[in-house]
């Protein structure tokens, strides 16, 4: 299906023109973004916790500590919401109250399921360190038995999603435009800094070109 059915709790009410429930879209988002917003619930207390993850295919998955109130929670069948936001600019307006921000943003509502078995979190983990950088797995050493018992991995079914979207400039009438401010976009772009040398690694191996670079791995 090339697109996510809104439902009552992933329909866009404010700024509905905004919307977007193209499933390439919302994937595209959840794939630049690297840390998302976690919401639920415990003895009626809310709670937002931020985590990484990684999608492959229809599914995200969330690893942690399964002491964790976060994992705990999630993989007891807790109801939850998960978010990402991508901020892309500062809307400066030539009124104080039409500021804005140029965004892209996912809400994804949902259910986790506990992954089970050694090769399954194995696989799981591979993907995890992958997302991170391609081609990483294979110069590291590899999660241990005991590394697999002391993580729990979730993973999500991509069955509830939207993504709201914000482009362009400020959208104040032109009469607001003869204030003497200037108005325009200040475009905003997350990037990595020149990488610095772990001062305990044992060998003098040169930065590979993908970290210094640093590109992330692409997805279908």
């Not at 921000?101 to 995890?128: I, P, Q, W």
């Not at 697999?148 to 362009?168: D, F, I, N, Y």
């Amino acid at each position: 299906m090339s697109q996510f059915i809104p439902t009552d709790r992933t329909k866009v009410r404010r700024k509905p023109d905004r919307a977007n429930y193209e499933r390439e879209a919302i994937y595209r988002i959840l794939d630049e973004a690297f840390v998302c917003q976690v919401g639920f619930v415990v003895d009626a207390l809310p709670f937002v916790v931020p985590t990484n993850y990684v999608r492959v295919g229809d599914k995200l998955f969330l690893h942690g500590s399964p002491a964790s109130r976060l994992m705990k929670t999630l993989a007891s069948g807790a109801p939850f919401c998960l978010s990402v936001t991508l901020l892309d600019g500062i809307v400066f307006a030539p009124s104080a109250m039409g500021h804005s921000v140029n965004y892209r943003s996912v809400v994804v509502m949902g259910k986790a399921e506990v992954v089970e078995g050694h090769e399954a979190k194995l696989t799981a983990m591979r993907d995890f360190v992958e997302h991170v950088i391609h081609g990483r797995w294979a110069q590291v050493r590899p999660p241990s038995e005991n590394d697999l018992k002391a993580t729990m991995v979730l993973a999500v079914p991509l069955l509830e999603a939207s993504a709201k979207v914000r482009t362009g400039f400020a959208v104040d009438d032109i009469e607001e435009y003869d204030a003497p401010a200037w108005t325009g976009v200040l475009p905003l772009k997350w990037s990595a800094q020149s990488p610095i040398d772990d001062p305990r690694s044992k060998r003098k191996t040169p930065v590979p070109a993908n970290i210094a670079n640093y590109v992330r791995p692409q997805k279908t």
